[in-house]
């Protein structure tokens, strides 16, 4: 790592409009839709929100990704020694969630699993984990091919990555249709409660995931990569993975 | 190269990723916080100053929005001024200085946590604009944040939002202060507030993200129907509680120690000494604080149902943290001792917020001993308590950062008689609000009625309070107004006007450039921000 020297950035003073205009669409997106959907029920105001803010979060991180690959930071390197620490707080939020569901589930004794929960098909988190496990080993053979220059091999694996990570989706749309269809949703009780929050949670951290991914393949089409972006999304990648060993061992096996 | 000579861009300024400009920016978002929550707590004094409906013909109104300026006021005081003025404004623009470097470690992450904050300072605002203003306090217990017509879902977005900033803060500044320290600045020779810092966006880091949880589960439970704090089906109402102060008392250290992290550059400046007994107030305050922070809470929930064995323990690991909360008071009051000492503004706020500190901790005392606290709680005197220490001590520090930087962020200098004048009105002021607020809380006034009809007795002094926070007003009025005059019109100051010896003074001119120093930064391995020897 180098830091370079200040007086090669002292001329101007540095601006991005990325941070803006990705936080301002999140605004939207999140906070403003939400509330209008679920607090003032107005299908229309949803829309618009989400009308707004949907492209301005995506203006904002592809801006932003675009300056990533190609600018030269003030500290070369340095992504990697920040993600632990955001993983850090990821961790202490799973957590928030799995204490609420041990207190929940020791507090109820032997009435677990709550009056109205179906039968749960074991099958599904068997090969939703197999897919997930795959995936992560798919991405590192892709990042073996990125070390090796082998930029083709490299679009290849993560493509491969990609898919099986929207799979690894599917299974989760499709496993929330069928419980729903038979009258499991997260109101029912207790469980069904803990069983969307936790599941759900994670699914938002493979949505993230592989928003990483795309972002990262949309440039390596046109030979654009960046070393760090790689690792990260890697990291990241592995740690929604192990993650979900403890998703599915406590949600599902426990 | 100063600012000055170079021409105001409005678009340099709102795309800025200089972690000095993002400092300015969440200073002005943080003081308009502090505003418009300050209107909020004048107008709860009016209301309280007199028995019955005050502002209102009714006593429906009256106590509905009452709780809507209490909901406002709790909360944005201390997520959107208290935390953001220290972590956000404070540690942004000088953080960096400190430790020689030209940004933080991730500029572009930097004004996405500076817009996340504006984001959460607008849904909190917005708050005012809809029909259904959330009125569920700061702490949005359930089961009345579920229950209440009130909107509790911009109560838990401005939680995330502001939560999200901090979090993107900590990772920024904990990889700063480890990878981009000025060549040879070694672990103790960081300035206290470097410290200060690090070891509050620890707290944060690990904290803040139980809290998030904790809302988003009550955001579920109000607009998806789960049940997580519904106990007839299997939920656990007090189990909100324990998230939310498992959070919020490790918050009040993210406050206090940047707090006490400014009142040590600007004590150690105006004595003209080094600090007294730096280890121990680093590693065995500031991180013995971090390490105990996280097993006090329950504290906050000895009346809430619990069997006496938990509250035991909890009065024990309580009167723990006097421990290091003892060793920093120790060093910072022996910073003073045999040093050359002068009272300019900065130094007046300083030497108050010690007193303020004394105050504020010494009554956490009797809470943290749960026979006493049993009576004291939920009446005036946890608010007195908490005040004294956040909303006054914590606030005077803002002040006192304001202050004593003011010449280094605009290359001027402030009013000296305005201010002084200000401070007097506000530390008048605060203490003829808030030592009331002891004295009828032990006598047993409630905490957070907007009516006291039961209690006449207590009329008196909720006068008198009332008259204290008009007082504050007016300080406050001329304190702020002071900063925006001076900023424009003040006599321009020189790069060291204090004779400091920190790198923000000694190496950069005053407002700093792009890139801070003209350049890069070493120093000596004797080298400390305190040495006033030579
Ligand atoms: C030695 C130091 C301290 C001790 C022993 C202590 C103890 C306590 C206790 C036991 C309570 C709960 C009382 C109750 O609700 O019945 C309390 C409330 C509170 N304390 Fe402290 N405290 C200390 C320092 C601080 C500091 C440094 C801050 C802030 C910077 C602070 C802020 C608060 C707040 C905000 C509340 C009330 C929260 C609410 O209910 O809304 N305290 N304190
Ligand atoms: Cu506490």
Known sequence: MSQSTSAEHAHHWEVSWAPLVATFGALFLIPFAFSAYYVYEDTFLTVIFAGIGTPLMLAGIAKWVSEGITEKPLLEGVSPSGLPYFIVSEVFIFLGFFVSYWVIRLS?????????????????????????????????????????????????????????GAIFLGCTIYEYGHLLHLGFGPSTNAYSTIFYTITGFHASHVVIGLGMFIAILIPALSGKTNKYFVFCAGVYWHFVDVIWFFVASQVYFW | MSAESEKFNLSEWIFTTDHKRIGVMYLIGSIAAFGVAGIMAILIRIEQSSLGPTLADDALTAGQQYNEWLYFHGAAMILAFLIPGLTGFAANYFLPLMIGAADVAFPRINALSVWLFWCGIIVALLGFVIPDTPDIMWTGYPPYSILTGGNTAFYVFTVHLLGFASILGAVNFLVT???MRAPGMGWNQLNMFVWSTVTAFVI???????????????????????????????GDVLLYQNLFWFYSHPAVYVILLPALGILYEVVATFSKNKIFNYKAGVYGGMWGVVLISGEVWVHHLYISGMPNWIRVGMMISTLLISLPVGLLAISLFGTLYKGAITFELPMKYAISCLFLFLIGGLTGIPLAITALDLHLSETSFIHAH?????????TFSVFAAVYYWFPKMTGRMFNEKLGTIGFWLNFIGVNVTFLPLFKIGIDGMPRRYWNYEMFPQFETWHFVAMIGALLVAAGMLLTVSNWIISAFNGEPASDNPWKSKSLEWTHTVSPPGPGNFLKPVEVETDWTPYDYRK
């Open chain 1, 108 to 164: 109820a004794g032997n009435a677990w699993p709550p009056e109205g929960t179906p039968e749960i098909n074991m099958f599904m988190p068997v090969i939703m984990t197999v897919i997930l496990v795959a995936s992560s080993i798919t991405y590192h053979v892709a990042e073996e091919k990125y070390d090796h220059d082998d930029l083709e091999g490299f679009r290849k694996w993560l493509i491969i990555s990609i898919g099986l």
């Open chain 2, 177 to 179: 202060v480890i990878y």
């Open chain 2, 204 to 234: 944060q880091l690990v904290f803040v993200p139980v809290l998030a949880a904790a809302v988003t589960m009550l955001l579920f439970d109000k607009y998806l129907g789960t049940h997580f704090f519904d106990p007839s089906a299997g």
């Open chain 2, 386 to 394: 908490f005040h004294y220490i956040m909303g006054i001590f914590a």
